[in-house]
């Protein structure tokens, strides 16, 4: 029977792009309508913050994941077609260079001639890609599916403190909203931490601490001009 392994390298790209966006959507817009309320602003000026931010964010998001992502996928393409080049023009010197990589990984001088003989003679280009430039399929870079992750989960971590915000009003309003994205931050970072195999509590502490540091200083923020304008 084939013994079949799960890896979470194949995660990593959408992983990254989602828990970037929620956290982003979770702690900037309730960061934004907590800045508002304590600068005295009415509910309905919070919530049209909130809605803004939501909005602004998720365009925002897409918008530097898609570029960020594509200038990887465009700096891996051009190290590919030079790799292309550099096959076709000497094959036996990228011959010699990827067994110097075997050797170098601790294969002895005869076997590692064999194993990169064989993978060139297979996939010259995907064994140089892999071995040389350390790009793999699991790892390669996608825009779009990095901005769509991004702009998804920013949108929807935003909409969790606006969710609170109808709900809740008078005084205790900027209690509820940072009480409960602290608790959300808190459970992303718990689910994103189980999802990559890293210990739950140290990404649910991690995510929680700097989300609470950005809505203290925001607030704070919002209570100095508020009291000055």
């Known amino acids: ?10 995660r990593i790209g959408w992983l990254r792009a989602a828990v970037l966006g929620a956290n982003d959507g979770i702690v900037s817009t309730a960061s934004l309508m907590l800045g508002v309320a304590a600068a005295h602003a009415s509910q309905q000026t919070i919530m049209v913050t909130g809605i803004a931010g939501l909005v602004a964010g998720a365009m925002s998001m897409a918008a530097g994941e898609y570029v960020s ?4 996928a465009d700096t891996e393409n051009a190290d590919l077609a030079r790799e292309k080049a550099e096959l076709a023009a000497d094959p036996e010197a990228e011959n010699r260079e990827l067994t110097a990589i075997y050797v170098g990984r601790g294969l002895d001088q005869h076997l590692a001639q064999q194993v990169a003989a064989q993978l060139m003679t297979h996939d010259a280009l995907g064994a140089h890609a892999r071995d040389e430039l350390g790009i793999s399929e699991a790892l390669s870079a996608r825009p779009v599916q990095a901005a769509l992750a991004s702009a998804a989960s920013f949108a ?50 991690r995510v929680t601490f700097w989300g609470a ?15 000055t304008v």
Not at 214 to 221: K, N
Request: aromatic fraction near 8%; avoid cysteine.
């Open 1 to 10: 029977m084939r013994h079949i392994e799960r890896h979470r390298t194949s």
């Open 69 to 72: 992502v594509h200038s990887q």
């Open 213 to 227: 540091l950005a809505m203290i200083i925001t607030a704070g923020v919002g209570a100095v001009f508020g009291t």
């Open 156 to 205: 929807v971590g935003a909409a969790l403190p606006l969710v609170v915000a109808v709900f809740a009003s008078g005084a205790g309003l900027s209690w509820w909203i940072s009480g409960t994205s602290l608790v959300f931050l808190a459970l992303l970072g718990a689910i994103a931490a189980r999802a990559g195999g890293a210990s739950p509590l140290t990404g649910a502490w």
